[in-house]
């Protein structure tokens, strides 16, 4: 399977537990994105990386989350202290360079869905 | 601010309906770009259409086909002789000048029934 894949693809954590969420893009793709979404919402963005670069990040994404991209490959989602607010899918995309290939064509994984008790 | 707002929360049709989805959007871009996400049951957000802001040409792409208008900031998008496979969630995003992210709507599920 060559798309994107998130593991795991579901966590149960107790409020005040970190959880890691990893994704790996398609291979030939150097934008990586991260959003959440939640029931009964549009995804939201949280951060991207180009190559190993995190570019952007939301004010979404408070302290107690970090993002990572080591050497441009995967990217790993970590939150600390979860908090019962950060009960969610959080989605993973890859795509291309920007314009002029394919603006705005991203490359989702199933998600990661994360219930925190 | 980047808004996108999908009025239509649910819709329910019979298989072979035609079903229009409805989107506008808020933005003080000149440059910017409009799609169409998928997102069915398994969870992944499959890419549909896009369509430039400088680009009002409405399209027909197979059983898809999109009205944009930007005098009224409206994405309009149709699925023509719908399937019981087209059940899904429908999410309509919207891309600023740098395409760095897209800020999406929050949905429409569409119901197809045999």
């Known amino acids: 399977d060559t798309g994107v894949s998130q593991n795991p693809r579901h966590k149960i954590t107790k409020r005040g537990q970190n959880v890691t969420f990893r994704c790996d893009p398609i291979?030939?793709?150097?934008?990586l994105y991260w959003y959440r979404q939640t029931l009964g919402q549009g995804p939201e963005f949280l951060t991207y990386?180009?190559?190993?670069?995190?570019?952007?990040k939301s004010r979404l994404l408070s302290d107690r989350f970090s993002a990572e991209r080591p050497k441009g490959s995967f990217s790993t989602l970590e939150i600390q202290r979860t908090e019962q607010g950060d009960s969610a899918m959080y989605l993973c995309?890859?795509?291309?360079?920007?314009?002029?290939?394919?603006?705005?064509?991203?490359?989702f994984g199933e998600g990661s869905r994360l219930t925190v008790l | 601010a980047q808004k996108v707002t999908q009025a239509q929360t649910e819709i329910s049709v019979v298989e072979k309906e035609d079903v229009t989805l409805d989107c506008v959007y808020e933005?003080?871009?000149?440059?910017?770009?409009l799609f169409w996400y998928k997102q069915p049951p398994s969870g992944e957000l499959v890419f549909l259409i896009r369509?430039?802001?400088?680009?009002?040409q409405n399209e027909i792409s197979g059983r898809y086909s999109w009205n944009f208008q930007k005098s009224t900031s409206s994405f309009n998008f149709t699925i023509t002789a719908s399937q019981v496979v087209d059940s899904a969630v429908y999410f309509c995003?919207?891309?600023?000048?740098?395409?760095?992210?897209?800020?999406f709507g929050t949905g429409t599920r569409l119901l197809v029934s045999p």
């Open positions: 995309a890859s795509s291309f360079p920007q314009a002029p290939i394919n603006p705005g064509e991203l490359f």
């Open positions: 995003a919207l891309s600023e000048t740098g395409f760095q992210k897209l800020v």
């Open positions: 369509r430039n802001s400088f680009d009002e």
């Open positions: 291979s030939e793709h150097n934008r």
């Open positions: 990386f180009q190559n190993e670069a995190q570019l952007e």
């Open positions: 933005t003080r871009d000149t440059t910017y770009y």
